[in-house]
């Protein structure tokens, strides 16, 4: 059974305070590690897909990286408008399309 | 302005009054999916169809059906709802063969008394 575990459940930073948020995933043949942001009564919002280990991505202030058995968001100098939840999910080689998704970490940037 | 919509965004209705949720894609996917999120828990997926009058069970479909007539619609229906379907539910939609990311609707907060 496909597996994703984030961690811390909650994060508090002052603004401008680097940080990582980590996702621990095990999964029957990797087809992607996606991460989403959601907003308070919002869907989640893409941000990156990661495909093999090794590969890394960026977008703004945050950045994805990926290994066997976990990846992690890294957050630059985060602003206010960083605030929000984060979730990691897995999509396996087999099956339906279907994303298991983890629970998700609360992210509050202090201004 | 590719997006997913769905209605209600919020209901609150009584144990076993038959409920439908409706879900539209306007970026012609092939594929559509529904999914509840509870604190705790996440989310998980409900049903899905990877095309017209083609669906399949998710990890938790118990109560729930779905119907797929069209490409672009693909509605949730409750048809004796219970407490424990009190969630917040999310339509998704991607396209096959591309880059797997899937698109989701701004979620339907559904209170069952």
């Known amino acids: 059974e496909d597996q994703v575990t984030q961690s811390p459940e909650a994060l508090r930073l002052q603004e401008g305070e680097s940080s990582s948020l980590n996702c621990s995933y095990t999964?029957?043949?990797?087809?992607?590690l996606f991460w989403y942001r959601q907003d308070p009564g919002k869907g989640p919002e893409f941000l990156f897909t990661?495909?093999?280990a090794g590969e890394e991505k960026e977008k703004e202030r945050l950045k994805a990286t990926l290994t066997k058995k976990e990846s992690f968001l890294h957050i630059t100098a985060p602003k206010p408008e960083d605030s929000a939840t984060y979730l990691c999910?897995?999509?396996?080689?087999?099956?339906?399309?279907?994303?298991?998704f983890g629970t998700g970490t609360r992210l509050t940037i202090i201004p | 302005e590719a997006q997913v919509t769905q209605n209600p965004r919020y209901l609150i209705t009584v144990t076993g009054k038959k409920l439908t949720v409706t879900c539209s894609q306007n970026?012609?996917?092939?594929?559509m999916s529904w999914y509840r999120q509870d604190p705790g828990l996440g989310l998980r997926q409900i049903y899905y169809?990877?095309?017209?009058?083609?669906?399949d069970k998710g990890d938790v479909p118990e109560g729930y059906k779905v119907s797929r007539k069209e490409k672009r619609n693909f509605p949730l229906i409750l048809e004796s709802p219970s407490p424990n379907q009190t969630s917040l539910y999310f339509c998704?939609?991607?396209?096959?063969?591309?880059?797997?990311?899937?698109?989701f609707g701004e979620g339907s907060r559904l209170t069952v008394l």
């Open positions: 999910a897995v999509g396996a080689n087999f099956g339906n399309e279907k994303l298991t």
């Open positions: 999964v029957s043949g990797l087809r992607g």
């Open positions: 990661l495909y093999s």
């Open positions: 970026m012609n996917h092939e594929y």
């Open positions: 169809s990877m095309n017209v009058e083609v669906t």
């Open positions: 998704a939609s991607l396209r096959l063969g591309g880059t797997g990311e899937l698109f």
